[in-house]
């Protein structure tokens, strides 16, 4: 069993940094067959989205909408992923995730908000 736990959402004015973070933790044979570990934001009455995702070798991935404006990053000693968010935008707005798949079971965190005002 793997928990992730988020922090650092908030509210933000456009053009404003964030930087969000997301801890693991749990069983020490799960956490440490944890590979990739992602974001996902969810906005009012829309899916769930990809944001971005780390390997633990330190592969970078993603979303179009984010490139160039948000950077993903670990600390495997601290099982800890982080996404810094610079210029966020309003369309930024919306619950992001933390996610972690792990022997085929995806691990969720509860979420943190992330508010950006116009």
């Known amino acids: 069993q793997v928990q992730l736990v988020e922090s650092g959402g908030g509210l933000v004015q456009a053009g404003g940094s964030l930087r969000l973070a997301c801890a693991a933790s749990?069983?020490?044979?799960?956490?440490?067959?944890?590979?990739?570990m992602g974001w996902y934001r969810q906005a009012p009455g829309k899916q769930r989205e990809f944001v971005a995702s780390?390997?633990?070798?330190?592969?970078?991935n993603y979303a179009d909408s984010v490139k160039g404006r948000f950077t993903i990053s670990r600390d495997n000693a601290k099982n800890t992923v982080y996404l810094e968010m610079n210029s966020l935008k309003p369309e930024d707005t919306a619950l992001y995730y933390c996610?972690?798949?792990?022997?085929?079971?995806?691990?969720w965190g509860q979420g943190t908000q992330v508010t950006v005002s116009s």
């Open positions: 780390i390997t633990s070798g330190g592969t970078t």
């Open positions: 749990g069983n020490i044979f799960d956490i440490n067959a944890i590979n990739t």
């Open positions: 996610n972690a798949p792990v022997r085929r079971k995806a691990y």
